[in-house]
């Protein structure tokens, strides 16, 4: 890139820079660019930047490749019901070990590796956290459904300029562990702390009106429109919780909820930053 395009860049992205300082953003952080070294690299290096023009960020991790990977060395079959993870004791405890530390303390490292400052923390921490065991159809073991949100651990730590790394473990009033849906941590996480912005960070461009036709995209959904679009069928399947976070957050108080492609690099910044965004944006009027 010549300087002329380096300044005409910095100058299109100045005035979202100055709309977000103060704001606080919750990033929902999973799929391919989880695994993926470059992406990796690539979201981090967008957090520290925001971080470092004086954007709050609140950064809510999955692990579910990691916790496969673990649950196999131990010889254990991960088992999976209406999309969601099957927890018994014994998967809680590889739950918790692998999410709350390795990946956490890991993503920890590398941000801070890209110049951020970041304090790893899960669900348990501070009550941030609380859930009952999930009612379902099926018997989920020791999945959780959030029932509060103690936002307070991570004001604190924004306000001495770190952002929180969330591992997706809660705690349950009957003194159990419980495993939540980092998705539906993100929105709830978002809407206590009135955020700005949440991004779930996804491997699809967005809500697609043909799945098999990427340049289908949805750009802007009201969420008064959700439901007409779950009769047409346009949102289905895997798509109809993450769609449901956001407009959850949006009507929580969430300015705006956004689905973008994490397999593109540096995604959040392009959200962010540029005139013409990515991805699918959540709103309400």
Same mark, same amino acid.
């Given at each position: 890139?010549?300087?002329?395009?380096?300044?005409?860049?910095?100058?299109?992205?100045?005035?979202?820079?100055?709309? =977000?300082?103060?704001?606080?953003?919750?990033?929902?952080?999973?799929?391919?660019?989880?695994?993926?070294?470059?992406?990796?690299?690539?979201?981090?290096?967008?957090?520290?930047?925001?971080?470092?023009?004086?954007?709050?960020?609140?950064?809510?991790?999955?692990?579910?490749?990691?916790?496969?990977?673990?649950?196999?060395?131990?010889?254990?079959?991960?088992?999976?019901?209406?999309?969601?993870?099957?927890?018994?004791?014994?998967?809680?405890?590889?739950?918790?070990?692998?999410?709350a530390g390795k990946v956490n303390k890991s993503l920890v490292?590398? =941000?801070?590796?890209?110049?951020?400052?970041?304090?790893?923390?899960?669900?348990?921490?501070?009550?941030?956290?609380?859930?009952?065991?999930?009612?379902?159809?099926?018997?989920?073991?020791?999945?959780?459904? !959030?029932?509060?949100?103690?936002?307070?651990?991570?004001?604190?730590?924004?306000?001495?300029?770190?952002?929180?790394?969330?591992?997706?473990?809660?705690?349950?009033?009957?003194?159990?562990?419980?495993?939540?849906?980092?998705?539906?941590?993100?929105?709830?996480?978002?809407?206590?702390?009135?955020?700005?912005?949440? !991004?779930?960070?996804? *491997?699809?461009?967005?809500?697609?009106?043909?799945?098999? *036709?990427?340049?289908?995209?949805?750009?802007?959904?009201?969420?008064?429109?959700?439901?007409?679009?779950?009769? *047409?069928?346009?949102?289905?399947?895997?798509?109809?919780?993450? !769609?449901?976070?956001?407009?959850?957050?949006?009507?929580?108080?969430?300015?705006?909820?956004?689905?973008?492609?994490?397999?593109?690099?540096?995604?959040?910044?392009?959200?962010?930053?540029?005139?013409?965004?990515?991805?699918?944006? =959540?709103?309400?009027?």
């Amino acid at each position: 890139m010549d300087n002329a395009k380096r300044a005409k860049v910095l100058i299109q992205a100045m005035p979202y820079i100055k709309k =977000f300082v103060g704001e606080t953003i919750v990033v929902k952080y999973g799929g391919n660019a989880m695994i993926n070294e470059e992406l990796k690299a690539a979201v981090m290096s967008d957090l520290a930047l925001m971080q470092l023009v004086g954007i709050s960020v609140v950064l809510v991790h999955g692990g579910g490749p990691e916790i496969n990977a673990m649950l196999d060395a131990v010889g254990k079959e991960s088992v999976f019901k209406d999309g969601m993870r099957v927890t018994d004791q014994e998967t809680m405890d590889i739950v918790q070990m692998v999410l709350a530390g390795k990946v956490n303390k890991s993503l920890v490292q590398l =941000f801070e590796r890209h110049g951020g400052k970041a304090l790893g923390m899960c669900g348990l921490d501070g009550r941030l956290l609380m859930a009952d065991k999930l009612a379902s159809a099926h018997d989920l073991g020791y999945v959780g459904e !959030i029932r509060e949100v103690n936002p307070e651990p991570l004001r604190m730590a924004m306000k001495d300029g770190y952002i929180p790394i969330v591992a997706t473990v809660a705690g349950g009033y009957d003194g159990k562990v419980y495993n939540i849906n980092a998705d539906l941590a993100a929105a709830q996480i978002a809407a206590k702390l009135r955020a700005k912005k949440l !991004i779930l960070m996804t *491997d699809i461009r967005g809500l697609l009106r043909d799945v098999n *036709d990427d340049s289908s995209l949805i750009p802007v959904v009201n969420v008064s429109e959700v439901p007409m679009l779950k009769r *047409d069928g346009i949102i289905k399947g895997g798509m109809i919780p993450k !769609i449901d976070c956001c407009v959850e957050a949006v009507r929580s108080g969430v300015n705006r909820a956004h689905i973008i492609d994490g397999r593109l690099e540096h995604s959040i910044i392009l959200e962010l930053f540029s005139d013409e965004g990515i991805g699918t944006m =959540f709103y309400q009027l």
